[in-house]
């Protein structure tokens, strides 16, 4: 009797890395060399398996000369791959010229369904792995920011840049591994990658380097972050964390007592604010807090920044309920869904007023008016800067496709009510003006299953909750 093999609805979704890897030119060399070929894949294929044997990774997959490998530990693999480079570039070959193998590793969801690997992920690791050439190992953003801190000795990271890759519709930031022995002509890789390289002469070239050299958030917050990510932590943990900073400490206990929440009873303590107003909530009030004080901009006035900020959140509370998804991480999705164009203010601050010019003069949106103007757009900016903060994958991808939700894969929904709060907060802020919802906007309902008339409810919401909203404005000033 056949054995049945289970569909992709019996799949898993979980997290790992992914490495893959070819030979440059492989097609020419059997064709040309074919018996020192076979001699010369046999001892390429023992250089692989040991490495990532070592490294603990598991080969799912081999297609001719490509090794299709996962990890559970994103640094394994980058060891797995900088053991195979140098390995490979120590042997002496017997074809006429050395192996060249590229590698390319991604980091993210995907489905494990009969021992086989499936999703959007593995897509980019492929397309990756397509511009990469031999003897590189590229790896993307996802990658750079779980290996950045633990990378092997004597190696490095050099930025390449915003590829546009086959297929998908945003670019990916990748980064090349730099590790001794490397050839020094591989070291310059822009003149390989030109093809996919972002190539608009833009107003102001924001390169994505600059991410990295934008004021982080403070340390206390970011520490606290990490403590409210860890299942095992209490409300009087994250105190102990945050009381080492008055200044912080004030301000979200001014934002736990402002109108904003409208709370019965006083917050005195940060353990206070915690157990009433929930982890994700007290999150979002201390990025939101961290971010106005580190983020700062000598002649653009953020104030209407952060109330459309904070008018997304109220809006994206507000239509969770009507999807049964919980409030709050709606809520902290819409207050950080723009957190690139606050990134563009203060890394290109004057020519970021040629945008909002663009925007307030002509017909263009956000979008338009960056895509003319700048080398990339404000969700590619948030995204990056996202990683970097080490945000749940969830949030990220609502930073990414507010407005593209299309193109965020499984979380679709969670993108789409994002991008429906930010447009009904701009339907309330710009004037509050009664304004009916779009087209776009009207049939989005309708896929996400709600009524029409949630628009019109969740612009009265909004027009209710002007005070309040401005109150929380002034709470984190």
């Not at 894949?41 to 490294?55: C, F, K």
């Not at 040629?354 to 307030?360: A, G, K, P, Y």
């Not at 710009?430 to 776009?440: K, M, N």
Request: aromatic share 6%.
């Amino acid at each position: 009797m056949a054995i049945e093999k289970p569909g992709l609805g019996d799949a898993a979704l979980i997290d790992t890395t992914f490495l893959f890897t070819d030979i440059e030119g492989s097609t020419s060399l059997w064709e040309s060399e074919s018996q020192a070929m076979r001699v010369a894949l046999q001892r390429h294929n023992t250089l692989l398996a040991a490495a990532i044997e070592r490294h603990r990774g598991l080969v799912f997959k081999t297609v001719g000369d490509a090794f299709c490998v996962t990890f559970d530990d994103a640094a394994a693999a980058l060891c797995a791959a900088s053991q195979i480079q140098t390995s490979l570039a120590g042997e002496h070959w017997p074809t006429r010229s050395p192996l060249r193998v590229r590698i390319a590793l991604h980091s993210g969801p995907a489905y494990l369904s009969d021992g086989d690997y499936f999703g959007r992920t593995l897509n980019r690791v492929a397309r990756l792995l397509a511009v990469t050439h031999g003897g590189q190992t590229l790896l993307s953003s996802a990658t750079a920011a779980l290996v950045r801190s633990t990378l092997p000795l004597g190696s490095s990271l050099h930025d390449v840049g915003m590829l546009r890759l086959r297929d998908l519709p945003q670019p990916i930031h990748a980064f090349q591994l730099v590790h001794p022995g490397l050839p020094g002509a591989l070291l310059e890789t822009d003149h390989a990658l030109d093809g996919n390289k972002l190539t608009a002469e833009p107003l102001a070239r924001f390169r994505p380097i600059d991410v990295y050299e934008v004021p982080t958030l403070p340390a206390v917050v970011m520490q606290a972050l990490r403590v409210m990510q860890d299942p095992a932590s209490d409300a009087r943990a994250v105190e102990r964390v945050i009381i080492h900073d008055p200044a912080i400490s004030a301000k979200v206990l001014r934002v736990a007592n402002s109108a904003f929440f409208g709370l019965s009873r006083r917050i005195g303590t940060i353990a206070d604010a915690v157990r009433v107003l929930g982890f994700t909530n007290v999150q979002g009030m201390l990025i939101s807090v961290g971010a106005f004080d580190s983020f700062r901009t000598e002649r653009l006035n953020l104030v209407e920044f952060w109330k459309h900020s904070i008018a997304t959140a109220t809006a994206a509370r507000f239509l969770a309920a009507a999807l049964r998804h919980p409030g709050d991480e709606a809520f902290m999705a819409g207050l950080l869904h723009d957190i690139g164009k606050l990134i563009f203010a203060v890394q290109a601050e004057s020519d970021y007023r040629h945008v909002l010019d663009l925007e307030r003069d002509s017909a263009f949106g956000s979008l338009e008016a960056e895509r003319t103007l700048f080398e990339f757009t404000h969700p590619e900016v948030g995204q990056m800067v996202a990683e970097r903060w080490d945000l749940p994958a969830r949030h990220i991808a609502a930073i990414a496709h507010h407005h593209e939700p299309d193109a965020s894969g499984d979380e679709y929904r969670f993108c789409a009510l994002v991008g429906l709060a930010n447009r009904v907060a701009h339907a309330a802020l710009d004037g509050f003006v009664e304004t009916l919802a779009s087209d776009q906007d009207a049939a989005q309902l309708r896929r996400l299953g709600l009524r029409p008339a949630l628009w019109d409810d969740c612009l009265a919401h909004l027009h209710a909750a002007r005070p309040t909203i401005d109150g929380f404005v002034g709470a984190i000033r």
